[in-house]
């Protein structure tokens, strides 16, 4: 089921916009960790000297990348789930049920865990500005809790997307599917 081909043009436009920052962020931020640890490599072992503090502005960078890329596989639907009752159950319309309600408690938690990191963003941006920062590179934990923040609620809007796209199709177009590649009609 693709979600930017059932979703109002508003919305799809807005995603689009939003997929492409994520995708500039992401491209971005490989760059950088890549070029950060090529130049360890080479000063290190090449010139004998060391990065100074390299460590510090290449945590803030994994955050942004760990957390959009997180956002990237909410929308693609590419996360690792444990959806093994599905190898259990044989019936479509009970598979459909078991995959919203997993969507359901994900989008909750998604909520939660998004107001957490919205409260640890105000906590630091409050204290501007002696902002809570890293000691050598002085880079303000904002910066890669606010990484943390865009992840999450990004993940939570893009479930919430992929739920109401389910909801709104409903099961009937993965019965007829299956129903055409069975050549049985199933009953409730």
């Excluded at 130049?39 to 960078?61: M, N, Q, T």
């Excluded at 259990?88 to 919203?100: C, D, H």
């Amino acid at each position: 089921m693709s979600l930017e081909t059932n979703l109002p043009s508003k919305v799809q436009h807005t995603v689009r916009i939003l997929l492409r920052i994520q995708k500039i962020i992401l491209f971005l931020c490989s760059m950088l960790l890549a070029i950060s640890f090529f130049l360890v490599v080479v000063l290190r072992y090449i010139f004998e000297a060391d990065l100074f503090a390299y460590e510090e502005w290449v945590l803030a960078i994994s955050f942004w990348l760990y957390f959009i890329g997180g956002a990237q596989g909410s929308y693609e639907g590419t996360h690792i789930k444990a959806d093994f009752v599905n190898a259990w159950v044989g019936s479509i319309r009970v598979k459909w049920l078991i995959a919203n309600t997993a969507l359901l408690l994900e989008i909750a938690v998604g909520i939660v865990l998004s107001y957490w990191a919205y409260l640890m963003v105000m906590e630091d941006a409050t204290k501007y500005p002696d902002w809570p920062a890293t000691v050598a590179w002085k880079i303000p934990f904002l910066l890669p809790r606010l990484g943390i923040f865009l992840g999450l609620v990004l993940m939570t809007f893009y479930t919430a997307l992929h739920f109401w796209v389910a909801i709104k199709l409903g099961p009937s177009h993965e019965w007829d599917a299956e129903e055409a590649a069975t050549g049985v009609s199933e009953g409730v």
